[in-house]
């Protein structure tokens, strides 16, 4: 039994939003039901989507990166697990909030 959008899957699971978004369509016709040519759905991205889209880097760190590849494989690298459950509590209390239309 499968559970879920496979669209989301198919994304990572990002939920659409609709603060700072672009609308795009597309300049092709596509197929109406009845067989005649009706106008493309209008698409709408997130400012973090258009961001990828038009190839603008995110917050890397490399030197950071390189630091924690470092400690994990030198073994001293230590997870604070009280940190990361603050972290999950609090994403799952922000998913399982309504959202208010702005």
Do not use: C, W
Request: proline share 4%; glycine share 12%; no cysteine.
């Amino acid at each position: 039994m499968k559970i879920g959008n496979p669209l989301d899957k198919a994304l990572g699971g990002i939920a659409p939003r609709t603060e700072g978004a672009t609308t795009t369509t597309s300049s092709s016709k596509a197929k109406s039901s009845d067989g005649g040519i009706g106008q493309s759905p209008t698409v709408t991205l997130s400012a973090a989507a258009a961001g990828l889209m038009a190839g603008q880097a995110g917050d890397f760190d490399a030197g950071k990166v390189s630091s924690v590849k470092q400690s994990i494989d030198d073994g001293t690298y230590e997870v604070n697990a009280e940190v990361i459950a603050d972290k999950l509590i609090s994403n799952a209390r922000d998913l399982l909030q309504p959202r208010q239309a702005a």
